[in-house]
């Protein structure tokens, strides 16, 4: 317990609690929660299967038989890579439970492992839980990463044991292409480090081809477990369904550990995300341009007010720079302040490693009526602390 800090977002979900107790409006942009609704046809399948009172006993923790086909048919159809069911691919609850676990499975206290530098936070204290050291590297651009690897390898006693990847990544919404994966996979073969890659945002993208899976490099099968999740995908975060994919060495070794831990997720809930797997999928397709157009609503909103924030090519979230008439305050105490003058709540991204400080993430979790709301608060609170809006967007007028 030593190792592992307060979360941080407690603080800011504590002040949120006591403002909404007070009766104030607050735009809830933090957690990343979907607030979309899980698509009729996956709950109605969850509802008739409850109704089988066969389906109220223990399940499988490896996961039910039709899901694992299902989640290889997903890796068929999106990635045209073949997995085996049976010793390639296990139900998790949730991706976060999965690379937890499989973290435990390989971690001997005192391993090194490779984390990037803001990540989500189970990229690294899944590891420290498992008595592991952890060692930052960059997680932008590709170039500074695979730097950051060599160095790492480099200088690192004992040799790195693994190291985690995420991309589209939370919470900076990079994305990479396959020659990226390509370098990585080919480092790491040459100097035996498992790869954990976490594609929890693969169908959540807006630009560009559909990211790709580490699992597409034939020889990344010798090394690598990719670990996806039905969360944001069909707006099913509740359900906590994920997957873990990949080398069987690896996949068996979490089995053994889920063995011990867990009987699986409700069959229920395994049986409907198979038909979700299975079924219709043009409401991944809408639950993308929802993503999409509430972005560009906060985006360009945020220009207007004199905020000039990245627009994001994926997932569900802005990463923002402070603006610099705040910099000084850190991402927490930024966060805090626009919680109690905007109302508007966003994650400090100091919650993400220290190379996070800089920042704050901000989640496209409220529909656009209310994100253009919290536009609107946040150009107040930036003119009332001496934000000269009108020359900001004069400038960029000119210069576009």
């Not at 341009?289 to 560009?296: E, F, L, S, V």
Request: glycine residues 8%; proline residues 8%; contains cysteine.
């Amino acid at each position: 317990m030593r190792r592992l800090p307060p979360y941080v977002f407690a603080e800011v979900n504590a002040m949120k609690a006591r403002a909404r107790a007070e009766g104030a409006d607050i735009i809830d942009l933090g957690m990343g929660n979907p607030d979309l609704p899980t698509p009729p046809h996956i709950v109605e399948k969850l509802v008739e299967t409850a109704r089988n009172p066969k389906a109220h006993r223990y399940s499988m923790s490896r996961g039910v038989p039709g899901l694992r086909k299902a989640l290889a048919g997903y890796y068929g159809r999106r990635f045209g890579v073949e997995v085996d069911p049976e010793t390639e691919t296990i139900v998790t609850l949730g991706s976060k439970e999965g690379l937890a676990n499989l973290s435990a499975a390989i971690t001997s206290p005192g391993d090194v492992i490779l984390v990037p530098n803001p990540s989500y936070p189970i990229h690294q204290f899944g590891f420290i839980i498992a008595g592991a050291a952890v060692r930052s590297i960059p997680v932008t651009p590709e170039e500074e990463l695979i730097a950051g690897l060599k160095r790492a390898v480099q200088h690192s006693v004992p040799k790195p044991t693994a190291v985690v990847l995420n991309y589209p990544n939370n919470p900076s919404a990079l994305t990479v292409g396959l020659d990226f994966y390509e370098e990585v996979v080919d480092f790491c073969l040459h100097h035996k480090i498992y790869i954990f890659s976490d594609l929890a945002y693969a169908e959540i993208y807006f630009e560009g081809p559909p990211p790709p899976s580490i699992l597409q490099i034939k020889r990344a099968w010798e090394i690598a477990v990719e670990f996806t999740s039905m969360s944001k995908t069909y707006s099913m975060p509740g359900w906590r369904i994920g997957f873990a994919t990949g080398n069987r060495r690896m996949i068996a070794a979490l089995a053994r550990i889920k063995s011990y831990l867990d009987y699986g997720a409700f069959t229920p809930v395994q049986v409907a995300a198979a038909a979700a797997l299975n079924g219709p999928q043009d409401c991944i397709e809408q639950i993308r341009q929802t993503y999409k157009a509430r972005r560009d609503v906060l985006i360009d909103g945020l220009a207007a007010a004199g905020w000039q924030v990245p627009s994001p090519p994926a997932t569900m979230f802005a990463w923002a720079p402070i603006p610099p008439l705040f910099q000084h305050l850190g991402s927490l105490e930024f966060s805090k302040l626009l919680l109690s003058e905007a109302e508007v709540a966003v994650s400090p991204g100091i919650g993400f490693g220290e190379h996070g400080d800089g920042f704050v993430r901000i989640a496209l979790v409220e529909n656009r009526q209310r994100i253009r709301q919290a536009v609107r608060n946040i150009k107040s609170f930036l003119v009332a602390h001496g934000q000269n809006v009108t020359g900001i967007a004069g400038k960029r007028a000119a210069s576009s």
